[in-house]
Each structure stands twice: as C-alpha cells, then as structure tokens.
C-alpha cells in the first residue's frame, strides 16, 4: 500500500513535461553530402522498411512500436516495452 506521502509525491511528477520522440533510423553523411541534399534526395536509413521504430523519452529508449496513420497523421502503436536499465 502506498502512502499519502508517496501519492503526493508522485501527483508532482505527473505534470512534468518530457520529450518524446521516435526514431525511424539514423545516417552518417559527409558534410559534402549533406550540402548536395535537395528536395527530392532519399538518404538511407540503418533500418528496414516497415521495421520497429524506437520510442524514446528525454533521450532513453523507452520502448518499441510501429508508424501507424491515422487520418491525414502520423502515430506510433507500442509493441514493446522495454525494462528500465539500471544506471550504475
């Protein structure tokens, strides 16, 4: 059972903001690369298409998901919860 302490405590953090964000793949380019970027240019991604993206929060890989569209946006289904590391 929880406290009124650490109920209190914890309706605190509730209102915190973080950053989300989902990350589709990354790349390494040469400056020279990046300046012949044009609109139209396809860079290459270290993934697969239609693979797992990464959801991150504040910059640490909370889970795993799927790009989904929903009317005329993007969203994310979560298929993966990953267990917090524990720093040391």
Do not use: C, W
Request: without cysteine.
């Amino acid at each position: 059972m929880t406290s009124p302490t650490a109920t209190k405590n914890i309706d605190l953090l509730l209102g915190v903001p973080v950053k989300l964000t989902v990350e589709l793949g990354k790349a390494e380019l040469l400056i020279r690369d990046v300046l012949k970027l044009s609109q139209g240019s396809v860079v290459e991604l270290d993934r697969l298409a239609g693979g797992p993206v990464d959801l991150l929060v504040n910059e640490r890989l909370v889970a795993r998901g799927e790009i989904i569209a929903i009317d005329d946006n993007f969203g994310i289904r979560v298929s993966e919860i990953l267990s917090p590391a524990i720093p040391t």
